[in-house]
Nanobody
Framework: QVQLVESGGGLVQAGGSLRLSCAVS????????MGWYRQAPGQQRELVAH???????NYADSVKGRFTISRDNDKNTVYLQMNSLKPEDTAVYYC??????????WGQGTQVSVSS
């Protein structure tokens, strides 16, 4: 069984920073892609950032230059450093991983709230 535990969300003022973490445990073989998604009230879940096992990254246009995704393959953990936060970044942030032969798994979500 695979478990994803997210942490690091919270309330911050506009212009501030937060760092999200997602630690993966359980029956893990090889974690391929890891990513962060977000969902604001009344909106669809959207991709924020994505990183392959080899470290190739991809970002939503709205966060380029402000957010940085990274991963530690030894710790089976993915991070999202969020700088220069804006009120429109307010959402529940979800971690998603893809494991070879097992498929995709989602975390439970962590709330990020940015006040103006």
């Amino acid at each position: 069984q695979v478990q994803l535990v997210e942490s690091g969300g919270g309330l911050v003022q506009a212009g501030g920073s937060l760092r999200l973490s997602c630690a993966v445990s359980g029956s893990i073989f090889v974690i391929n892609a890891m990513g962060w998604y977000r969902q604001a009230p009344g909106q669809q879940r959207e991709l924020v950032a994505h990183i392959t096992r080899s470290g190739v990254t991809n970002y939503a246009d709205s966060v380029k230059g402000r957010f940085t995704i990274s991963r530690d393959n030894d710790k089976n953990t993915v991070y999202l450093q969020m700088n220069s936060l804006k009120p429109e970044d307010t959402a529940v942030y979800y971690c998603k991983i893809t494991i070879a032969t097992l498929g995709a798994y989602w975390g439970q979500g962590t709330q990020v709230s940015v006040s103006s």
